[in-house]
Every structure is written in C-alpha cells, then in structure tokens.
C-alpha cells in the first residue's frame, strides 16, 4: 500500500520524479562549468516563462516573499507614492512591504472578501494622483479570486505607474503575458505552477523597472536584495561566466532547470488551457456538492485553485476528513473569513486523475462529517466536465 497522501495545498505542490531527482542529485560547486549552464539555461528559460523576451530575470534564494521584498526594496525611495490593487491577504502583505521601504501607499479594496476592485475604481485612484508603481495581485491565494492583470495594466500605463505583478499563484498556470501586457515587474516563488520545492525567489524586471532602478537617488535599503549586487551575477551567469555574490540554491536552481524544460516542452498556451479545464472540472464537482465558492462571480474564478466555504453541516474538521481520506487540503487564510472555508491546489503537474481522487475524498469527507450528499454526484460532475 502506498503511504503517502496526495498534496493538493495551494502550495507547495506535489512535483515531478524528473524534478525531485534534480534536488535529490549530488551537489556541485556553484561556479561549476555544468552548474553555471543550468543557471544561465535557467535564466533564458524564465524570459519565456514569463513570456518576456525584454526583462531581466532574477532568481534569488528565498521564498515568494523576498521576491516581494526585492521588487519593492529596488523600486521604491522614501516618499514615493504606491498604489496597491487589493484582493486579498498577499495584497496587504505587498502593502507592508511597500512601506516598510517607505511608500506612501493607496489601496483600492474590494468591496467584499471574495470580490476585486472594478477597473473604474482602480482608474478613479490612479486619476486622482500619479503614483510611482501599482501593484496587483494575479491570483490571491486567500481567496482564490483572480485580477484582471491585462486590463489594470494597461491602465496603470496609461497613468505613468510602473506595473508591478505578484504571480505567486499564477506565473506557469495562468495566462501571464508580461510583455505584451505591459508589465514592468512580474515575480513568483518556485513552489507553485513553478513546480519546484520551496526556495527560490523568481522576478523578471522589464526595461522601465530596470530604467527607474538605474535613477534611484538613495541607496537600496536591503543589503541582501540590492539588484547592484545581483545583476552583475545574473549577466555573468546567462554570460556563461562564473561570479559570487551569495551562494546560490544549487540543487533548487538544477531543479528549477529541469521544471523549466517540462513547462516549455508542454508550451504555454496549453499549460493554461489544461490548468483551465481541470479547475473547470473540480469546480464542476464542488459546486454539484452544494459549496459555494469565495470569489462572488465566475469572472473572478482562478485556474490554480479553488476556495469553498463549509457548508453550514460542518467546519474546519473537514480538511482532517479529507486527509483521513488521502488527499491533503489547505484550511482558511484570509484573516476576515479564516475558519469557514477551505482551498484546494490543482496547479503545476496536476492530472485528471488527481482531480478525481481529490473530488472524492471530499465527496467522502463531506459525507462523514454528516452533510447529505448522494455518492457519486461529485464525481459524476467532475466526469461529465472532463469528457467535454
Ligand atoms: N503572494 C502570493 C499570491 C502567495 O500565494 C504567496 C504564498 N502563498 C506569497 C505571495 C508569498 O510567498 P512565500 O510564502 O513563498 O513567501
């Protein structure tokens, strides 16, 4: 008997043997002639993952939040104002981070957990005063509700504000066109669609991000996320060349590489068509099984995951049914609504087969905690959907 359970958190996320092996394979020196290929390979490979032919990747040690950390450590100076686009838990935290390197920061907030500021809103805010960056979080893993990065980009364009993206949840699972949607910084961590362990810390910086940090008047306020220190590395890298400056992640970095490869291989545009059909399909199931989901409209739905209030049968209890069950769920984050609902992952390497395992330790753990639910409806909604 198999004895482990299938990890369907919102990250990290379960990987590839191909992936895992990379990890688990010995470690070289950080400037070996093999190690500085995958690296650089690594680099390039971002530009397309990112799809943008025109940035400069990063890729630091760290988890998504030093990827934050950096985006704002490197763009913003004392006094300068930010707009922060809120839909949720990881947009207040870009909010903290903002002014902790001392923007004067403006949020537009949704009107209701589960909601996102309307275009207009956000287009009122950046009218009313210019502002240095804005922010937006692509899919907000507390609740589950995707911006639309395309249209607020181009409205944060128009008024002359770097467009800043956190794609933690998204970047390898969603439609993402950094380039072409007129992105400036886009950053995610490994351990989602990236389909690498935790650890790395992923941003591509386009030519006006790089521009606004090349005329910064003081210095960087963090000494371990300061791009003077790292872009040298990155360019001696994808040059092919050795450098230092602090040691990379190498096993996670020779990872990184081989997901990289998986990714492409699959092709963007079919990466997010499969994450789009299988999250179609489970919430197909979950909405067969009576929950109803966080995000107020279908328009605000993600692809990388899916967040679902209890039903009034039961509470958090069901995610411990649910791993009794094999499959491990994530509870509640969102400060506002934390114990009554409940989210599922379904990105990077995610398989029908996953999706139909985890419908049904829910079905089943739904059942156990007393609420009434025909067997088999999850299921055979989750079927249907996949058929089409
Ligand atoms: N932004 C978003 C949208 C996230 O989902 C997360 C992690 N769940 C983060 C930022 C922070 O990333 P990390 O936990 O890797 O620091």
């Known amino acids: 008997m198999k004895n482990r359970k299938l990890l369907m958190i919102p990250g990290p996320i379960e990987f590839t043997p191909e992936v895992l092996a990379a990890v688990g394979s ?28 025109s ?3 990063f890729i630091l040690a760290g988890s998504g939040t030093l990827a934050m950390d950096s985006a704002a450590a490197n763009l913003v100076e004392p006094g300068d104002r930010a707009l922060v ?24 907030k949704a009107r209701a957990v589960g909601d996102a500021p309307s275009a207009d809103e956000v287009a009122r805010a950046l009218g009313a005063r210019s502002y240095k960056l804005m922010t937006i979080t692509h899919v907000d893993t507390s609740t589950a509700v995707r ?43 490994s351990q989602k669609a990236v389909g690498v362990p935790p650890g790395l810390a992923l941003i591509v910086a386009g030519p006006r991000a790089m521009k606004a940090f090349a005329a910064r008047r003081s210095a960087v306020g963090s000494y371990y996320s300061d791009w003077t220190e790292w872009l040298p590395i990155m360019t001696a890298y994808e040059a092919r060349t050795p450098a230092y400056f602090g040691t990379p992640a190498v096993n996670l970095v020779w990872a990184l590489n081989v997901s990289l490869g998986e990714i492409l291989s699959e092709g963007m545009d079919a990466r997010a068509r499969r994450h789009d059909r299988l ?53 509640g984050l969102h400060p506002e609504i934390r114990t009554k609902y409940f989210r599922v992952g379904h990105m990077g390497a995610v398989t029908e087969a996953d999706v139909i395992a985890t419908v049904g330790a829910i079905e089943k753990a739904l059942a156990r905690s007393g609420a009434s639910v025909e067997p088999g409806v999850g299921l055979s909604a989750a079927a249907s959907a996949l058929r089409s």
């Open 85 to 108: 686009v809120n839909t949720g838990y990881f947009s207040d935290r870009f909010a903290g981070i903002l002014r902790r390197y001392g923007a004067e920061v403006t949020e537009v």
């Open 279 to 331: 999250s179609g399909a489970f919430k197909a199931a979950m909405a067969a099984l009576g929950l109803r989901a966080v995000p107020v409209r279908p328009e605000l739905y993600a692809s990388t995951l899916t967040a679902l209030y209890y039903p009034a049968s039961t509470d958090a209890r069901l995610v411990g049914l649910a791993a009794e069950e094999g499959v491990i769920v994530a509870g």
């Open 55 to 57: 940035g400069q990747p």
């Open 147 to 189: 911006a639309d990065v395309r249209s607020l980009a181009a409205l944060g364009r128009n008024h002359g504000a770097l467009v800043v993206v956190d794609g933690v949840c998204s970047i390898g699972g969603e439609e993402f066109c950094q380039d072409a949607w007129g992105v400036d910084l886009a950053l995610t961590a």
């Open 26 to 53: 010995p470690t070289t020196s950080h400037v070996a002639p093999n190690f500085i290929a995958s690296f650089g390979e690594s680099l390039e490979r971002l530009r397309e993952l990112f799809r943008s032919p």
